[in-house]
């Protein structure tokens, strides 16, 4: 049995980089070589697509924030319960507030390497006593401002958006650049400026 072959190759093995040519894979007498050579092409695409992917993850700035030896535990635990106090306070809402604040003070006890000053216990016990939001915004200023000194001093510029409010003569730390503002809640949540 001879078979017809033609100037095209309608399979995928055609310059697929299979090692496949063409005429030899329309000259095959099976259609299990065709489908394997396929098979093989599309493992090729979808391993280089999940390489690429993975590559791009690598560089992603969350990413490269979670790897900043700044935010390592306890750090990155006293930042997350920090950034839930901030996302209340900007709702107008004290719930959350105390335990947030509680768990930092606990982070901050637990540190066994002393990575974090002792300070930032002390404000954050302060904070969980607020009763208010007006006392638990003042309460939150200097926890701020003490966090905001460490990852300076940490060279963690990268790791987190530091955001000044001209009206309230306060900074605060946030994950976006979105400015949500937790000194002055609904009332105005966009005052503020990006400081880095």
């Not at 496949?20 to 050579?37: E, G, K, L, N």
């Not at 535990?73 to 335990?99: F, R």
């Not at 638990?136 to 200023?141: D, H, I, M, N, S």
Request: net charge positive; with cysteine.
């Amino acid at each position: 049995m001879k078979i017809k072959t033609t100037n095209h190759c309608k399979c995928f093995c055609a310059g697929s980089g299979t090692g496949v040519s063409p005429v030899s894979c329309c000259r095959s007498q099976t259609r299990t070589h065709r489908r394997d050579a396929c098979a093989t092409i599309f493992a090729k695409i979808y391993r280089s697509l999940f390489l690429a992917a993975a590559a791009g993850l690598l560089f992603n700035s969350n990413v490269r924030a979670a790897d900043n030896p700044a935010l390592m535990e306890p750090m990155k635990s006293v930042y997350d319960h920090y950034l839930k106090i901030q996302t209340d306070l900007a709702s107008d809402s004290l719930k959350g507030v105390a335990d947030e604040a509680n768990a930092i003070a606990k982070a901050v006890q637990g540190d066994s390497m002393k990575m974090l000053p002792t300070v930032v216990g002390a404000e954050a016990e302060s904070l969980a006593k607020a009763s208010d939001l007006k006392s638990a915004r003042a309460a939150f200023k200097p926890l701020s401002d003490s966090l905001i000194k460490y990852l300076a001093d940490h060279h963690a510029k990268n790791s987190y958006v530091e955001v000044y409010c001209p009206m309230a003569k306060a900074s605060w730390l946030q994950a976006d650049k979105n400015i949500n503002n937790p000194y002055l809640g609904k009332e105005m949540p966009g005052c503020g400026e990006i400081k880095n």
